[in-house]
C-alpha cells in the first residue's frame, strides 16, 4: 500500500485543519489506518485509527474529541479533521495502515506515508 498524506500547515490556536491520506496499491478490506504525529522532542504518538470495512473509528485520549477521522471508500481516502487546535498539537503528521486489527502501536503498522507538518501558532 502506497500513502499519501497532505493537508498540514500553520493555523492560529483555536483553528482548523484536516488532514489527507490517499491510499493506493492494494485493497483497502479489511485495513486500518492510521495517524500518528511526531515531534522531534518526543515519540511517534498515535492519534486515531479507523477500520476501513466496518468504520469502526479509535482516538488517543489526550485527542479530548477535537479530531474526526473519517474516510472515503469511493476516493481511497482517509481524512483527520483537526479542531480546536492547540499549540501542543504542533507536530508531523503521519497516515498509516495495517491489514486485519487495529492497533495504536507505531510498529505494528506495515506501511506509512511521509509526514505533513502541522504548525499552530499562539
Known amino acids: 500500500v502506497q500513502l499519501q498524506a497532505s493537508g498540514g500547515g500553520l493555523v492560529q490556536v483555536g483553528g482548523s485543519l484536516r488532514l489527507s491520506c490517499s491510499a493506493s496499491?492494494?485493497?483497502?478490506?479489511?485495513?486500518?489506518m492510521g495517524w500518528f504525529r511526531q515531534t522531534p522532542a518526543k515519540e511517534r504518538e498515535f492519534v486515531a485509527a479507523i477500520g476501513w470495512s466496518e468504520n469502526s473509528t479509535y482516538y488517543a485520549d489526550s485527542i479530548e474529541g477535537r479530531f474526526t477521522i473519517s474516510r472515503d471508500n469511493a476516493k481511497s481516502q482517509a481524512y483527520l479533521q483537526l479542531n480546536n487546535l492547540e499549540p501542543e498539537d504542533t507536530a508531523s503528521y503521519y497516515c498509516?495502515?495495517?491489514?486485519?486489527?487495529?492497533?495504536?502501536?507505531?510498529?505494528?503498522?506495515?506501511?506509512w506515508g511521509q509526514g505533513t507538518q502541522v504548525t499552530v501558532s499562539s
Open positions: 496499491g492494494r485493497s483497502l478490506n479489511r485495513i486500518f
Open positions: 498509516a495502515a495495517r491489514y486485519r486489527r487495529f492497533s495504536s502501536e507505531p510498529f505494528d503498522y506495515d506501511y
